[in-house]
């Protein structure tokens, strides 16, 4: 196994007849290499600083030092110690650029495991200024500005470069925008989270968070339904129910008996629910015929769908369903927006 301290020379080159450590510091760091290698940390750690203490160190025996000092620092868990020794050969000028990206993560790393958020958003952002992808070092960003509550930052880290953050990452996003009130912010977060990973409790989610805006009408709620119906997120009986009634009443019964089969096939529903309720408005919908016109008034969603900027403008979508559900679901959240006073 070639010498850690053979390493160190060769990493940190000087200039001819300078890159050499001083014999004394040398007869300390030798044994704090076998020390390393045998994972006695701490022992490696006060070799270490012993070596610092020796007077008239040169810059090279400083250096050396200090990299030795954060691979055994880093080993005892002593992170803050191991972040500012990394840091301290990067700001030496003299580390190799093949090794300048490395450092700078492991310094944001080292900082993050000891709970320094400040340095760690700084460190972060100076290794992604460096061209850094690393997934899971550019989210410690997000997840220090979330432990200072500074939230907006949050979005601002998960979105940089305009990249697509991965699910650890926007679930961070998705939090910080809700423990800062903004439900825009919270939706665009869900939006995000509904492209990576599409599941019901994601979709759930993001319809309670439409559903829930101050104001929503009661006239956009059949439009919740096909949307739930949809991710298949609908699960209670009085959800099939409602939805059937209000299709009903819209003039669709095929609407409403295509949902209710579907309940009654999965489960949800059966001849003896709600005292046979559901079944009442299968046989309803099915004897219905369609009358002409609506008996009730369109939703806004049906008035959009009618002029081509609705359901029917997204690609995908048939009248037997929704196609493109994320689609609908941001349609169905800018009426709602754009409705409001």
């Known amino acids: 196994m070639k010498s850690l301290l053979g390493a160190a020379l060769l990493l940190l080159p000087c200039s001819a007849g300078a890159a050499t450590v001083s014999p004394a510091v040398a007869k300390l760091l030798l044994p704090a290499e076998s020390e390393l290698n045998s994972h006695a940390y701490i022992a490696a750690l006060s070799a270490v600083n012993r070596a610092a203490a020796l007077p008239g160190l040169t810059a090279y025996d400083r250096l050396v030092i200090a990299q030795l000092r954060g691979a055994a620092a880093a080993g005892a868990g002593q992170y803050a110690l191991a972040a500012q020794s990394y840091a301290a050969v990067l700001a030496s000028g003299q580390a190799p650029e093949s090794e300048k990206l490395s450092m700078t993560q ?87 989270l509904l492209k990576v990973s599409p599941s019901p409790s994601y979709w759930n989610e993001a319809i309670a968070l439409v559903q829930a805006r101050p104001g929503f009408p009661d006239v956009l709620m059949i ?40 309940g009654f096939a999965a489960g949800i529903l059966s001849a003896q629910t709600d005292g046979g309720h559901a079944a009442s408005l299968r046989n309803l919908a099915a004897k219905t015929n369609p009358p002409p016109a609506p008996l009730s008034p369109p939703t806004p969603l049906d008035i959009a769908i009618a002029k081509g900027t609705g359901f029917n403008a997204v690609p995908g979508y048939a009248q037997d369903g929704v196609g493109d559900a994320q689609a609908a679901l941001a349609r169905l959240w800018a009426i709602h927006a754009a409705s409001r006073p």
């Not at 739930?228 to 095929?254: C, H, N, Q, S, V």
């Open 106 to 192: 492991a310094v944001a790393s080292y900082y993050a495991s000891a709970g320094d958020n400040a340095q760690t958003i700084l460190w972060v952002d100076n290794y992604i200024a460096a061209g850094g992808t690393d997934a899971t070092t550019r989210a410690l960003a997000a997840q220090a500005d979330y432990a200072t509550g500074n939230y907006a930052a949050v979005a601002k880290d998960v979105r940089r470069d305009g990249r697509d953050a991965p699910q650890a990452e926007l679930q961070i996003a998705a939090s910080a925008a809700q423990k800062a009130a903004d439900n825009q912010a919270y939706f665009d977060a869900l939006q995000a």
């Open 223 to 262: 439009d919740v339904y096909r949307l739930r119906f949809a991710t298949k997120t609908m699960k209670e009986p009085g959800d099939f129910e409602d939805y059937a009634e209000r299709a009903i009443l819209a003039g669709d019964p095929e609407e409403a008996k295509r949902e209710l089969d579907a």
